[in-house]
Structure formats: structure tokens, C-alpha cells
Nanobody, 115 residues
Framework: VQLQASGGGLVQAGGSLTLSCEVS????????MGWYHQAPGNQRALVAS???????DYAQSVEGRFRVSRDNTKNTLYLIMNNLRPEDTGQYYC??????????WGQGTLVTVSS
């Protein structure tokens, strides 16, 4: 299973970015999916997830600013990021937890937010 993350870039504080994660398998086989953030020098931290019923969950730090969504017709997971802050800078990794396959990861996409 391949996950291809894209959409990162340089943006000013207050700006927006949309990250995409294209998956080589039907998303309906996944129980859980989402995005992790790894700030420079820190461990990965979960920022947004979707369960098998499509219910989202967010880290407190991004609640109200980020939105996670999926397009089953395109086998793609998204992270819509608004009102970005310098502390949002870092690598963003998508993941999926498959019922029969375990967890798989995308390669990461870099977001840099300038103040």
C-alpha cells in the first residue's frame, strides 16, 4: 500500500494550506486515518483523525483551524489548515490503519509558517 502526501509549502502566519494524501487502496478497508505533525526536534503528534464512521477528532492545538476529510472516489485524505501559526511548522505525515494490514505511513510533507 502506497501513501503519497503533498501540498506542503511556505506560508505566512494566518494563511492556509491543504495537504493531500493519495492512497493506492480503497479507503473503505481502513478503520482509522489521519495526520501527524512533527515539529523540528519533537516527536510526531497526532493532530487530526477520522474513524471508520467518518467522525473527526482533533488535537486541541488545531481545533477550529484544521479540518480532516476524505474523498472515497479518489482514495484521498485531506487536511485543510487555516489560520496557520508558526508553531504549525514541521513535517506532516498521513497514516491509515487497515483492518487486514496494519498501519501505513506517507512520506511526509513540509509546512513552514513564517511570522
Amino acid at each position: 500500500v502506497q501513501l503519497q502526501a503533498s501540498g506542503g509549502g511556505l506560508v505566512q502566519a494566518g494563511g492556509s494550506l491543504t495537504l493531500s494524501c493519495e492512497v493506492s487502496r480503497d479507503l473503505s478497508y481502513s478503520d482509522d486515518m489521519g495526520w501527524y505533525h512533527q515539529a523540528p526536534g519533537n516527536q510526531r503528534a497526532l493532530v487530526a483523525s477520522l474513524d471508520s464512521d467518518g467522525r473527526p477528532d482533533y488535537a486541541q492545538s488545531v481545533e477550529g483551524r484544521f479540518r480532516v476529510s476524505r474523498d472515497n472516489t479518489k482514495n484521498t485524505l485531506y487536511l485543510i489548515m487555516n489560520n496557520l501559526r508558526p508553531e504549525d511548522t514541521g513535517q506532516y505525515y498521513c497514516y491509515l490503519m487497515w483492518r487486514d494490514y496494519g498501519q501505513t505511513w506517507g512520506q511526509g510533507t513540509l509546512v513552514t509558517v513564517s511570522s
